[in-house]
């Protein structure tokens, strides 16, 4: 049982817009900021968004992410078959004193 | 561009020892810390501990009482020793950088992952 929640699975065709969305407590999103990480098989975890929203160079401008409160969501637009991969989520947690991650949400693209 | 690489033993018996090293290519090894994150399979990615270039660090209550992570500055070296490994402690092990910039604190880049399988 992740200490942040993530639907493990969404789902786009082509050139939709999708949303992943991540739920925490007072003691982590709502204190810190959130970043969120591209996984494919095989690879290392890639960064995509840190401190909430800001993108990392070499991020393309139609993925983005937002914090409210005790949540946070990341967005992908113009959805593309090379986004298929695993997305985390991740912030510090006051409480664990370290970082702790979402249980992973998989995107299809059909 | 900073890079790491990491390497280890990547089969163990129950009750051996986990251990992993991790090396810093082409950046600075202060100002940062260094983790250790596994994801076993079918699971989440789960933080294991983290070290600075002092040395100092700070490990996951879960594993702490088996965790001891180290640091080579003269080699910008970082490793991780898992002791009395189980089956529960087969994953696939990332080393990783974190960094903190005011509030705000992200982890990047990481290691290409080791797998380790715990069997008898």
């Known amino acids: 049982q992740s200490v942040l929640t993530q639907p493990p699975s969404v789902s786009g065709t082509p050139g939709q817009r999708v949303t992943i969305s991540c739920s925490g407590g007072s003691f982590n999103i709502g204190s810190n900021t959130v970043n969120w990480y591209q996984h494919l098989p095989g690879t290392a975890p890639k960064l995509l968004i840190h401190?909430?929203?800001l993108r990392p160079s070499g991020v393309p401008d139609r993925i983005s992410g937002s914090k409210s409160g005790t949540s946070a969501s990341l967005a992908i637009s113009g959805l593309q078959s090379e986004d298929e991969a695993d997305y985390y989520c991740?912030?510090?947690?006051?409480?664990?004193?370290?970082?702790?991650f979402g249980g992973g949400t998989k995107l299809t693209v059909l | 561009q900073v890079q790491l690489q990491q390497w280890g033993a990547g089969l163990l018996r129950p009750s051996e020892t986990l251990s992993l090293t991790c090396a810093v290519h082409?950046?600075?090894?202060?100002?940062?810390?260094w983790n250790w994150i596994r994801q076993a399979p079918g699971k989440g990615l789960e933080w294991i501990g983290e070290?600075?270039?002092?040395?100092?660090?700070n490990y996951s209550p879960s594993l702490k009482s088996r965790v001891t992570i180290s640091v080579d500055t003269s080699k910008s070296q970082f490793s991780l020793n898992l002791t009395s490994v189980t089956a529960a402690d087969t994953a696939v092990y990332y080393c990783a950088r974190r960094r903190w910039f005011r509030a705000s604190n992200w982890i990047a880049p990481w290691g290409q992952g080791t797998l380790v399988t715990v069997s008898s």
């Open positions: 070290i600075n270039h002092s040395g100092n660090t």
């Open positions: 082409g950046g600075s090894f202060s100002g940062y810390n």
């Open positions: 401190s909430n929203d």
């Open positions: 991740a912030v510090w947690d006051d409480n664990l004193n370290g970082p702790v």
